[in-house]
């Protein structure tokens, strides 16, 4: 068996046609209790590429954890061929406590690549930089919108990468947004490696959204399809309708504080001046009109009953790319 065959990760062997759950522990909790935060990889018996399937970077986006954890549960996670590494919950402290950030108050996607003996979600991110990602041809990663702003489900890639703008069309989204690698984010960090990444964002925070996990489990499979990965007992269906590119968006933000409802729902196309939304006060003297800026559709929501002035309540595409 040559060297190729065998992959060698966290310090565990794995070769061709083996399965194996490895563990990625970086801190033990201040119990000394150590959380183990599972890598669940699957490899066949036929050479192919390794696809990262990652979620979890934010304690609070469940939606995204529940995506791949269906892969797995299903089994579309063992390829016919090549290789499949999931990493479910990367932020598992957060996880825990549903809570975004690290313990250390840190944001783990604002600090990629991390650093080998830097703050605890440093050290994470640098683990993962280090020791998993540098196997991966292709990422998908899996989030979710923050707070109470619902996502419509989409991919976001950068401009000018015909790849990833080729595969996120396979990968069938309702939107697709071209959006900068934020720095220190863990999109840039692939990026800069030459690691192409699909981020897909769909639904809010605390909430599992069957149509939003449903889009991404169904995403997933046509892109390990085209790859020639997804087992041939699963059917891949393509999506209802093409993917709307997104090439530039605005959010829509309160003009006064007080109870908020929106009258649009999400992926509606809306035309300069229709009201999209209510600002109402609790004693029924105020009503005010979210009206459209301009023509676009809107894909993201604000859910949360209760708003401030200059809290973002829509965000709406103002400019369209040809796919």
Known sequence: MSA????????????LGKSATVSFNVAKLHTQNTIDVPIIIERSKKPGPTVLI?????GDEVNGVEIVRQLIAKGINKPKKGTIICVPVINVFGFIHLDREFPDGRDLN?????IKGGSLASRVAF????????????????????ADRFNAAQVRIIKGEKNLKELAKIFGAPFVLYSKNL?????KTCYRLGIPILLFEGGKSFNIDTNITNTGVNGAKRILHHLGMLNSKFKVSQPKKPCVFISESKWIRASYSGMFKSTVRINSYVTKGDV????????????????????????NINESPIIYQGDAIFHISTVL???
């Not at 609790?282 to 459209?292: C, D, E, I, L, T």
């Open 4 to 15: 190729k065959d065998v992959l060698e990760i966290l310090g565990e062997k794995v070769a």
């Open 54 to 58: 990652t979620a979890g970077i934010h």
């Open 110 to 114: 604002r600090v990629f690549p991390g």
């Open 127 to 146: 683990k993962l930089v280090t020791e998993v990602l540098p196997h991966a041809d292709l990422v998908m990663d899996f989030h979710t919108g923050g």
């Open 183 to 187: 720095n220190k984010s863990f999109r």
């Open 276 to 299: 999209i939304g209510n600002i109402t006060d609790p004693y029924g003297s105020f009503n005010h009109f979210v009206k459209a800026p301009n023509g676009g559709y809107i894909f």
């Open 321 to 323: 790319k040809n796919d």
